[in-house]
């Protein structure tokens, strides 16, 4: 079956401190993986993903995560944390079986980065 | 910002209303959605549409019904609101036709609160 996994509830940082939020996936094919951001009383908000190509991909606001298909993760990393990275992060893979139309998401990880 | 729209954002109302929480895109996107965000945080798929005239249901039951007549348009109607029906409901659009890689838009929500 198709799935993401955040085995993190939580993660807390200081700021200027590297972040990482972890993400696992379990898919059929070649997976279509994203990390979305979502802010208090928001919508989610794209940040990056991985289709093709290099493992290292780049995204919004400084953030980047690395295509791992021997591990099968797609953990978000950003250098240098950010008081206002603090919000809700979710992994997400597109369901291929359903031709793409469904997108899958894991159970999200709320971050908090401390001054 | 993209360019999807969720009226109302928050509506309280009392038990047995009938409600429809509005959802408009202006990217000339194909694809629709709307998730049901418990207060725990999971997004779980409770409606799709493929295009016009074209509605299925999500992966999570629900009891609310969706309607695509127009493109851009595709609201949401709780015929006999409950309090099982108190959540956060997001609208989201993906893709002209063809490409099924691309990353989802997300409206800001709609909060019912239902008495």
């Known amino acids: 079956a198709q799935s993401v996994a955040q085995p993190e509830d939580q993660v807390n940082v200081a700021e200027g401190n590297p972040l990482t939020v972890k993400c696992t996936y379990s898919v059929s094919g070649n997976p279509y993986l994203f990390w979305y951001v979502q802010y208090p009383n928001r919508g989610l908000q794209f940040l990056l993903k991985?289709?093709?190509?290099?493992?290292l991909v780049k995204g919004s606001y400084g953030f980047e995560a690395e295509f791992n298909k021997s591990q099968t993760s797609f953990h978000l990393k950003k250098p240098s944390a950010l008081v206002s990275d603090s919000a809700l992060y979710f992994c997400?893979?597109?369901?291929?079986?359903?031709?793409?139309?469904?997108?899958?998401f894991g159970a999200g990880t709320r971050l908090f980065v401390k001054a | 910002e993209a360019d999807i729209y969720q009226t109302p954002r928050y509506l309280v109302i009392g038990t047995g209303k009938k409600i429809t929480l509005e959802c408009s895109q202006t990217m000339g996107h194909d694809k629709m959605y709307w998730y049901q965000q418990d207060p725990g945080m999971e997004l779980h798929l409770i409606h799709y549409?493929?295009?016009?005239?074209?509605?299925e249901k999500g992966d999570l039951s629900s009891e609310s019904t969706v309607s695509r007549i127009r493109t851009e348009h595709f609201p949401l109607t709780l015929e006999s609101a409950r309090p099982s029906h108190t959540s956060q409901y997001l609208c989201a659009s993906s893709e002209k036709t063809g490409a099924n890689t691309g990353e989802l838009f997300f409206g800001e929500g709609s909060r019912l609160t239902v008495l």
């Open positions: 549409s493929y295009g016009v005239n074209s509605t």
């Open positions: 997400a893979v597109r369901d291929i079986r359903t031709g793409g139309f469904k997108t899958i």
């Open positions: 991985y289709i093709t190509g290099d493992n």
